[in-house]
């Protein structure tokens, strides 16, 4: 079965320091990976997918498919960054279709 | 073009009840995708519809039952419910495309069984 692991709980960063949270996976097939981003009092929402190979507020993703990683990471933190981060995984087949979610990161921004 | 919403954004149920939680798609989404987050957990995938059908389901028990109507909206039920049912229940909707469309999500529902 495919699993999405986030090692770190609580992740706290002073403003301008480099941010890397960590997501790790495990699935059989070709992986599909996103992070997800849920803001305080708002809703749950997609920052960036790896097959876009985009930037997004100055986030990046690179999928390692040797080390099944998508680490995201920014080289300056901003104190808007704070909130909550989600790696995922799509996943399709075994009368199943949908996005496996790892436990989350909670990002804290220090001014 | 209106986002998703769902009702009630709370509610608390006794153990052994039925519930039914609503969820409204953004406008011209024709996938609706249904999550249970415990507390300090991701969101887990219950179960997608599209055009009315369910189209996949994860690892849940029949109890947990949903519907999608002509216009796209949609219900999670679930019966004979257990304490561990208390979780944030996430609606999300998307363009029919798998990995390739984004997934809109609601506020969600806050179920407290006990």
């Known amino acids: 079965a495919q699993r999405v692991t986030q090692p770190e709980k609580l992740l706290s960063v002073f403003k301008g320091a480099p941010v890397e949270l960590k997501c790790n996976y495990s699935y059989s097939g070709s992986p599909e990976l996103f992070w997800y981003v849920q803001y305080s009092r708002q809703r749950l929402q997609l920052l960036l997918r790896h097959i876009s190979r985009e930037s997004i507020k100055g986030f990046t993703a690179d999928l390692n498919k040797g080390e099944t990683s998508f680490h995201l990471k920014k080289p300056f933190a901003q104190e808007e960054d704070s909130a909550m981060y989600y790696c995922?995984?799509?996943?399709?087949?075994?009368?199943?279709?949908?996005?496996?979610f790892g436990k989350g990161t909670h990002l804290i921004i220090q001014p | 073009e209106t986002g998703v919403t769902q009702s009630p954004t709370h509610l608390i149920k006794t153990r052994g009840q039925q519930v039914t939680l609503r969820c409204s798609s953004q406008?011209?989404?024709?996938?609706v995708s249904w999550y249970q987050q415990a507390l300090g957990q991701g969101p887990q995938f219950i179960f997608q519809?599209?055009?009315?059908?369910?189209?996949g389901r994860g690892n849940f028990p029949p109890r947990f039952s949903g519907l999608q109507f002509p216009n796209y909206s949609s219900e999670l039920n679930v019966n004979a419910l257990e304490l561990d049912d208390s979780a944030l229940y996430l609606c999300a909707s998307s363009l029919p495309g798998g990995m390739n469309t984004e997934a809109f999500f609601g506020q969600g529902t806050r179920l407290t069984v006990v």
């Open positions: 995922a995984l799509y996943y399709s087949g075994g009368g199943a279709d949908g996005l496996t």
């Open positions: 519809y599209y055009r009315e059908e369910e189209n």
């Open positions: 406008s011209g989404h024709n996938t």
